[in-house]
Structures are given as C-alpha cells and as structure tokens.
Antibody
C-alpha cells in the first residue's frame, strides 16, 4: 500500500528557510492532492497547504507568503519550503495524501510518520 | 483559536459510549463533508471517518460519525483502553480564504 516518508533537517536557524521532502512509495503521486500538516509541541493539527500532482496549489492563508509546495513527479516526491522561520514554526511536520472528487469531499487517508523540526540558533 | 470547536477532553469507563462534538459554520461543516482522525500518543493521525459517516476498511463499527447542520459528532461505543487518544475533526472551509481546517482536538480518557 501507499506509504509516505518525510525527510529534511531537524534543526533550522531563525530567519532561515525550512525545507522538507515527502517521498511517496507503493503508488504513484499522480491523480491526488498531497498535503503538509504540522503540529507544534502539545498542540493541535494545522494544515499548511496542498499541491495537486499537476502543480496547482492551495495554502493556509495564515502562512501564505512564506510557504511554497512543489512536486517532482519523476521522483514521486513533493516538497515544502517555509521561509523566515521563527520558534513558532517548531513542530512535527506530516505529509499526507488528500483525496476526494472535489474539495468539499476531501479527507486525508494516508499519513507519513512525521518529522520533528526545531527552530533554534 | 480553531475554526472548528471541539471539547478539550471527554472521559468514560471501559465498555461505555462517548460522543465528541465538532461545531463549525455554514462555510465549513454546513457546506462540506467532515472527516475524523485518531492520534494515539506519539504517533501520526489516522483516518477514522470520512464523508461524515463512512468508515475506511479496517476501522471497527464501534466508531461512527454523523452531521447535522453546522455540527458533527464522533461516537465510540464499547470503549477500550486502547481508544485513549486525541481525536480531531476536519473539513474544507469554502469561505473567501478557502482552506482545510481542523478542530482543536479532544483528548479521550478511558477511566
């Protein structure tokens, strides 16, 4: 079955750019939306945004301007870049597959295990 | 503050039933389908319910979902200690700032 694996640096300095990659295995990245979600320590889930395999994106308005999600179908990967990070961006970052015939039907049916990113000098 | 409102915690004894509410508005729950996620301690969230009341393969029928107007409810019957987890509702918000939104989460204690 489809599995997702996040990868990237676990420590990022304030004001720098956080970069993570999610590798999709056991299935094709085509025909689905692919999301990033984060969870600060002891807090709830926050949706960051998603990308369709064709490249169209939708971002959380609270992070718009700092977030870029891209896809590389040849590598079956999608990536997250978050600029100008602060301590508030410290979180576990999850990638997930978001499915449904249209946005109003969407749900996340496959999740990665998550990767912890700490923002600190 | 989350767009979707959930109680911070609920509790019940083993074998009993519990419900978790998720309250929203006409632009999110009122207009779109709701899904529910279970997050066991130290693990990634897992899909429990989608399209308001459908269960993915492998999810026992002890878990159920419903929606009425701008609120949704997750029900769990025959509580087990292994059900202790955080539960999140989620849905699309169709307002001008269209985006996916989660509830703040509910911690379930099985006493």
């Amino acid at each position: 079955q489809v599995q997702l694996q996040e990868s990237g640096p676990g420590l990022v300095k304030p004001s720098e750019t956080l970069s993570l990659t999610c590798t999709v295995s056991g299935g094709s990245i085509s025909s689905y939306h692919w999301s990033w979600i984060r969870q600060p320590p002891g807090k709830g889930l926050e949706w960051i945004g998603y990308i369709y395999y064709s490249g169209s994106t939708n971002y959380n308005p609270s992070l718009k301007g700092r977030v870029t999600i891209s896809v590389d179908t040849s590598k079956n990967q999608f990536s997250l870049k978050l600029t100008s990070v602060t301590a508030a961006d410290t979180a576990v970052y999850y990638c997930a597959r978001q499915v449904g015939p249209s946005s109003r039907y969407h749900y996340m049916n496959v999740w990665g295990k998550g990767t912890t990113v700490t923002v600190s000098s | 503050q989350s767009v979707l409102t959930q109680p911070p915690s609920v509790s019940a004894a083993p074998g009993q039933k519990v419900t978790i509410s998720c309250s929203g508005s006409s632009s999110n729950i009122g207009d779109n389908y709701v899904s529910w996620y279970q997050q066991l301690p130290g693990t990634a969230p897992k899909l429990l319910i989608y399209e308001n009341n459908k269960r993915p393969s492998g999810i026992p029928d002890r878990f159920s979902g419903s929606k009425s107007g701008t609120s949704a409810t997750l029900g769990i019957t025959g509580l087990q200690t292994g059900d202790e987890a955080d539960y999140y509702c989620g849905t699309w918000d169709s307002s001008l700032s269209a985006a996916w939104v989660f509830g703040g989460g509910t911690k379930l204690a099985v006493l």
